[in-house]
């Protein structure tokens, strides 16, 4: 796991750690019950205060994602896969809409979309 803060962003830096934590809880890079580091470890690795630490793991676990056990460390939650689900979907969706979007600016008709589509899903298959 890797992730890059950026000092210049206007984004605060705990939002930054817990979007990008989000980001890979949600494409499934961390699975249920993986244990993500430790809330000192992190900051020690990022250099930046642990209290910056505890509030990104803190809004991760307000919105269900992680589970912090005292002295065992947080994981990724369990509890909740119904919401990584429909985050998941939302995602998708979002794919998709930006792939029509480049089909009808390239003047891809919807039965050409389709039939690469299915295509592109057939070959994924094999």
């Known amino acids: 796991m890797n992730i890059i803060i950026s000092n210049s962003s206007a984004e605060p830096i705990y939002a930054q750690i817990k979007n990008q934590l989000k980001h890979v809880i949600l ?3 961390l699975q249920v019950g ?3 580091p430790s809330i000192r470890q992190l900051a020690k690795d990022l250099h930046i205060s642990v209290i910056t630490t505890k509030r990104a793991y803190e809004e991760l676990e307000k919105e269900g994602l992680i ?3 005292v002295g ?3 994981y990724v939650s369990g ?3 119904e919401y990584i689900r429909e985050q998941q979907l939302r ?3 979002r794919h998709l809409i930006q792939v029509i979007e480049d089909s009808k600016n390239l003047q891809i008709s919807w039965s050409e979309l389709v039939k690469h589509m299915r295509l ?3 070959e994924e298959k094999k």
């Open 120 to 122: 592109l899903y057939e």
């Open 67 to 69: 589970e912090s056990v």
């Open 79 to 81: 509890h909740n896969r």
């Open 27 to 29: 494409q499934g890079e």
């Open 91 to 93: 995602e998708w969706e």
């Open 34 to 36: 993986e244990m993500l």
């Open 72 to 74: 065992k460390g947080s």
